[in-house]
């Protein structure tokens, strides 16, 4: 239905630092994002230093349920369950982000390209993307992994490649929106190069829409990386990761210590929460249309 | 000021008995929840509707005379709520209606059409599925013959073919096709009211025609009242009885048509009626009367300018465009590979050829799908042509291929304002922004004092407010985006300019201000103009020379006077008779006058 | 005849999607760093068997001809020996399918028949309670890792409650499987006539089946919900109102068709996630399907189960993808022939 209010607003522009406040503030859920988000982002860095056992000293007090001395209480070797949990914040976060950083660079300028310039170069990368999703996301992962070898980085990769097709999709769709657009045509009438006005002007306009799938797509590759150390792919033992945590307390969960299972699963599904939440509050502070 | 509407006793009635209103709205009001509190879109109105009678309801954007009919009809979204007020049927309060009775109400005895025909259709539907449903819901029909009734009811709104088009979905349909059938099913079940919101909004000008005489028709035929809602007045004008102006939520006058065109009061009215663009013999006489311009004798500059230009032989043309064309090549299928035949291909331009001399305007008008957008783009060096030349100032611009242009050195003298305000200015950058881009790209410009000071004369050529260049386009109104769009085009002062329906999203009333701002362009920096448009009204007022253009050809051109008095070709007198014919409104003498009649304030 | 050339042209359009699968799992497989001989002979290899294996799979031949190869074997089925198992990969695969399939289908069913009506419901009554659970299940279901909740529910339902069988399996160590007619438990066990069988299966089958519902559950939830939002505020639907039209007829054949549309689109891409997503639920549960056969081939680096495991996957996808283009088609008009 047609907008049956239509009011000019009035009112000059604020600076983007209070937008930014205003666009925290206003809304409760912003709010509680970007809290948790902080909690996340300062655990990560400065966890590490902060905990108070070792979190790969094994000790002989294995399986104690969660006491004073021990939050989390411990594992099967004796670890610090708590102190595990901590510092296997910044492993996850750098894996994700890593991965979703890789393929959104990626993903969005090659979407982008395909886009703008339509023709041959469109169709060929279209099918390069749809080749990609006819795989199983997780299964083509499993898979990379396997060829190239069980590290840590190549999880990174193999993450990075089967998110990509959600950027390139995303973005060609939002410049082929645009490509046609009054203001683009005046672009080019003004003399602007087809390169300026891709990445310079179409992109940026893209972007408040592609925060929400940004932020998404962090939570799910969280998960991703988690579920493949959950099935033993890239990180090891003794390392400590949420993922894998979970598979070592999988077996002790079936006899009653819930403890091993819980504690990571719940930090690892905050996490995925957090970035679940954020994707909304990042799109007010990007768009300028929220701007009053 | 609120007037309330009641039809005076014996007015329109045979038997001279004081007819009675079919539908009566009281004191209505209508409030919105939004965002930034409660918008009262209706405030206070009263109407009244008698039976067999056409009334227009007419007011620009934000006037509320789309809400008044869904608030009548139980159509309200969410956030909407009647405050006030009563809308009496037959002697029910239609307002506080339970949802059951209504429900009965819409279709059978009171019906709406809207605007945007192909959206207002269910595409996963057949057409004659969903007409059946509107006649087995009100027992119109069983489920037996829903199918012929249904084929009848496409007869009636003078479809062709109706029995295949009754298996039709509304994406194989055009426009003009699917208000027909939308049509069809409000008449379904012969209501006593019609109302139409913008039925003809977004239609051609000749389709416009036959909807708005099949409405009349049919409504006729059956004794029907219709309230026909517009943001047109010369629409209003031709097609309704009375006519009710609203502003700001309020009714500021109403009265009959000849009456409101001839002898119109309340000076929104005066204002609406002297912008809305039929017979008006100069641009100036648009605006209203408060706004004179200073110079008696800018009225004849035009015209100089037309009589200068053709006499000059030793001048160059600013274009000439030669035996061009457009062909776009279609998508290769498989039964193309089999059959070992070319892939189709469709002529948007089919070798048309035109020149525009120094200082003038000369306009481009065709209907939809005719190809003057495809032909403007060429021009502008957006699109390359498949055939022909293009000649700017006598040089072969055709030839250098359009990534190449943008970089070119006549890239600032050909420049473009485009049809949508909202959609030609880029989301992310302020008024200013958007304007100083050619500068730095086109003119050179680096010196951030300098380029802020050109900014600042060139928002001061157009009109826009200083304060206002730090905006967003959604901050700004129509107009004053529409004032942008412009500033930025001429920054690189150009020497062609070429106005792709520069007007047509706009108010009317913003639409005489902008008309005559082009105006006052044109005479300061001798530009030429390439006028792009549907509306035949507006070019008259515009253009010195006009381009008709039809199916990728031009089926005539010559001077504007002389075309649009003695048309030719078989298509621009269709055009010409097309377009709504109002009653006719006061000629220019009173402008002439330059006194300042009322002092109030006027916005746009 | 329209509909039938329409399912022919996505068959013919399926092709180039199989031809670059089989191109990256041949890829995958042979032109990575690294010596493929050494993945395929173990790592309990020798240098002589590796030789061995390298002259046995072709493995110094060029790229081009190794492709010709793999494309031989393909056709007649052949995708190597597993090694932790000695068998066939193909007939291991064709024997734990059905399980697999059994517990994605099961999950799927039960997810739609959540989803839907919540997403419906939650449209149609906007911001009611049921509104307020659609968007707390939407949002708390996209951050719950599967092998979690499996792992919980398990927790819970066996350990604490006692409800739940352990999660050791199809069937309870008591009972000998049903006689095999299609693979299916539920199904063999019901054509048998067997009910305690029947019903040993569908408790075992319950906890997978619920976990990777609910993982499901979120996408279609929220598509469903917003689909009906969208259509229930379009141009049409208010046409239809503004002729009289009863509300259950105006929800059921304007709007909820209507919604059907993009709901179905969402499928393809659930089904992605749910086959990823049955590999991590069947270890938790371990269930003997594909998924635990592929992780065990992982952690052995069985190269060739892992090579095989990618390709299956990656056609049963396909398949599926296909189904849902062509009820898409059939149920919308819009979708040309030549398009």
Redesign the interface.
């Known amino acids: 239905m047609a907008d049956q209010t239509d009011i000019p607003t009035a009112g000059n522009n604020t600076s983007f630092l209070a937008h930014m406040r205003y666009a925290i503030v206003s809304n409760p859920v912003t709010l509680l994002a970007m809290t948790l988000f902080s909690v996340i982002i300062l655990t990560a860095v400065f966890g590490p230093y902060l905990v108070p056992y070792d979190p790969l000293a094994s000790t002989s007090q294995a399986l104690i349920p969660p006491s004073w001395q021990h939050w989390f209480g411990t594992d099967h070797l004796g670890r610090d369950v708590f102190s595990r949990v901590v510092v296997a914040t910044r492993l996850d976060l750098t894996i994700s982000v890593s991965a979703v950083a890789l393929s959104f660079v990626v993903g969005t300028s090659l979407g982008g390209i395909a886009g703008f310039w339509g023709g041959w170069l469109d169709s060929t990368f279209g099918r390069l993307m749809d080749t990609i999703m006819a795989f199983p996301l997780f299964v083509l992962a499993m898979g990379i992994v396997a060829a190239s070898g069980n590290t840590v980085q190549n999880v990174v990769i193999a993450t990075a490649i089967i998110n990509l097709p959600f950027y390139a999709r995303v973005a060609r769709a939002e410049v082929v929106v645009r490509r046609q657009a009054g203001w683009v045509q005046a672009s080019q009438l003004a003399g602007n190069g087809p390169w300026r006005i891709l990445f310079g002007r179409i992109l940026p306009n893209a972007l408040p829409p592609m925060m929400v799938q940004i932020s998404l797509n962090m939570g799910w590759a969280i998960l991703n990386a988690a579920g493949l150390s959950f099935i033993g792919l890239g990180v090891r033992p003794p390392t400590a990761e949420w993922g894998i945590m979970v598979a070592e307390g999988a077996g002790y969960i079936v006899s009653g210590q819930w403890w091993l299972v819980l504690f990571p699963g719940a930090a690892l599904m905050l996490a995925v929460f957090t970035f679940n939440l954020l994707g909304d509050g990042l799109r007010d502070i990007v768009d300028p249309q929220r701007r009053t | 000021m609120n007037q309330s509407m009641h039809t005076p006793s014996g007015t329109g009635q045979p038997n001279g008995s004081a007819p009675t209103a079919l539908l009566k709205l009281e004191n209505l009001s209508v409030d ?1 929840q ?1 965002r ?1 509190g409660v ?1 009262h ?1 209706v405030k206070d109105i009263s109407l009244s509707l008698v039976r067999g009678e056409t009334l227009g309801v007419v007011g620009e ?2 006037s509320g005379k ?2 008044t009919s ?1 608030a009548l ?1 139980g ?4 956030a ?1 709520r009647v405050s006030a007020g009563k809308a009496v049927y037959t002697g029910i309060d239609l307002l506080p209606t339970q ?1 059951s009775t209504m ?6 005895e009171m ?2 059409i ?3 025909p192909r ?7 057949t057409v004659g599925a ?1 007409i059946a ?2 006649l087995l ?2 027992n119109q029909c069983t489920r037996q013959n829903a199918r012929t009734k249904a084929i009848e009811a496409l007869k009636r709104v003078r479809i062709r073919d109706p029995e295949q088009r009754v298996e039709a ?1 509304p ?1 194989e349909l055009s426009g003009g096709m699917c208000q027909r059938v ?1 049509i069809a ?2 008449l ?2 012969q209501p006593r009211i019609l109302i139409a919101d913008e039925p003809t909004t977004g239609l051609d000008v000749t389709t416009q025609r036959a909807v708005m005489e099949l409405v009349r028709d049919l409504t006729q035929a059956n004794g029907m009242a219709t309230i026909l809602i517009t943001h047109d007045l010369g629409l209003a004008g031709e097609y309704c009885d009375r006519v009710a102006i609203m502003q700001s939520g309020q009714i500021v006058e109403s009265g009959s048509a000849v009456q409101i065109f001839q002898h119109p009061t309340h000076p929104y009215t005066r204002k609406l009626v002297k912008a809305t663009p039929h017979g008006a013999s100069h641009v100036r006489d648009l605006l209203p009367e408060q706004i004179i311009p200073v110079e008696a004798n800018e009225r004849n500059t035009a015209t100089l300018e037309v009589s200068s230009a053709s006499n000059t032989q030793h001048r160059v043309p600013v274009l000439e465009v030669i035996d061009l064309k457009r062909s776009f090549v279609g ?1 290769r ?3 193309d590979i089999v059959a070992r035949r070319p892939t189709a291909s469709f002529e948007a331009v089919k070798g048309i050829s035109f020149d525009i001399w120094p200082g003038e305007s000369v306009g481009l008008v065709g209907e939809s799908g005719c190809g003057k957008s495809t032909t403007s783009s060429m021009v ?1 060096r ?1 699109l390359d042509p498949t055939h022909g030349s293009i000649r700017f100032k006598g040089k072969d611009i055709s030839l250098i291929r359009r ?1 190449s242009f ?2 070119h050195e006549m ?2 003298a ?3 304002v ?3 305000p909202t ?8 008024a200013a922004d ?1 304007i100083a ?2 500068l730095k ?2 003119m050179g410009m680096s010196n951030a004092v300098q380029i802020e000071q050109r900014v600042m004369e060139l928002a001061d050529m157009v009109g826009l407010p200083g ?1 206002l260049l ?3 386009p ?4 129509g107009g004053q985006k529409a004032r942008v ?1 412009i500033a ?2 001429i920054a ?1 002062e150009p020497e062609l300019l070429i106005l792709d329906e520069p007007t047509a999203a706009l108010d009317v009333s913003v639409q005489a201000i902008v008309l005559n701002l082009l105006v006052d362009l044109r005479i300061r920096t001798g530009m030429a103009y390439l006028f792009v448009s549907h509306d035949l009204e507006v070019v008259r007022l515009m253009c010195d020379r006009v381009i008709v253009m039809r199916a990728g050809e031009i089926v005539e051109q010559g001077v504007t006077a002389k075309v649009l008095a003695n048309p030719t070709h078989e298509y621009t007198r269709a055009l010409l008779s097309a377009a709504p014919r109002p009653p006719a409104a006061p000629v220019a003498p009173d402008a002439q006058n330059a006194c300042v009649i009322e002092s109030e304030t006027n916005h746009a | 005849m329209d509909r039938v050339l329409v399912v022919f042209k996505r068959l013919l359009q399926a092709m180039p999607t199989v031809f670059g699968i089989v191109v990256i799992t041949f890829l995958l497989t042979r032109a990575l760093p690294g010596d493929p001989a050494v993945f395929f002979a173990g790592p309990a290899a020798t240098p002589e068997s590796i030789a061995e294996i390298r002259t046995e799979l072709g493995l110094d031949q060029p790229l081009p001809v190794q492709f010709g190869r793999y494309l031989n074997d393909l056709s007649r089925g052949e995708l190597g020996a597993s090694m932790t198992t000695g068998q066939p990969v193909i007939q291991e695969l064709v024997t734990r399918l059905p399980a697999s399939l059994e517990l994605t289908l099961v999950a799927l069913v039960l997810s739609l028949c959540i989803a839907l009506p919540l997403g419906v419901l939650a449209a149609t009554k906007q911001d009611s309670w049921i509104d307020q659970l659609c968007r707390f299940v939407v949002t708390a279901g996209v951050s719950l890792p599967t092998f979690f909740t499996g792992l919980l529910l398990v927790y819970i339902f066996y350990y604490l409650l006692g409800w739940a069988p352990p999660p050791l399996g199809r069937l309870d160590i008591l009972y000998l499987s049903p006689p095999h007619v299609t693979g299916f438990y539920l199904i063999d066990a019901l054509i048998d006539g067997d009910l305690e069988v029947f019903w040993s299966s569908l408790k075992q089958l319950a906890l997978p089946a619920i976990t990777l519902a609910l993982f499901t559950l979120a996408p279609l939830a929220r598509m469903t919900r917003a689909a009906m939002l969208q259509s229930l505020g379009s141009d049409y639907v208010r046409t239809a109102r503004a002729c009289g039209l009863t509300y259950p007829k105006v929800l059921r054949t304007y709007a909820l068709r209507n919604a059907m549309l993009p709901v179905i689109t969402t499928l393809g891409m659930v089904f992605s996630f749910s086959l990823g997503a049955n590999v991590l639920v069947e270890k938790v549960f371990s269930w003997p399907g594909i998924g635990s056969f592929a992780i065990e081939a992982l952690i052995a680096s069985d190269y060739a189960a892992v090579q095989g495991f990618v390709l299956a996957m990656a056609l049963l996808f396909v398949l599926l993808n296909l189904c849902v283009d062509l009820i898409y088609t059939l149920v919308d008009p819009r979708v040309k022939i030549d398009g």
């Open positions: 919105f939004t930034r918008v879109a954007s934000g789309s809400v869904y009809m159509l309200l979204e969410r909407g949802e429900r009965d109400i819409r279709g059978r019906s709406m809207f605007q945007n959206a207002a259709l269910n595409p996963i539907r969903q449903d509107v819901q009100h979905y994406f939308v099913m409000a379904a079940c998508k299928t498989l039964a502008m957006l990534q943008v970089h890239r600032g050909l420049q473009m485009f049809q949508d959609d030609s200015l880029n989301p992310r950058f302020s958007a881009d050619p790209r086109l304060h730090s905006r967003l959604h901050q700004l109104s769009g930025r085009a690189s």
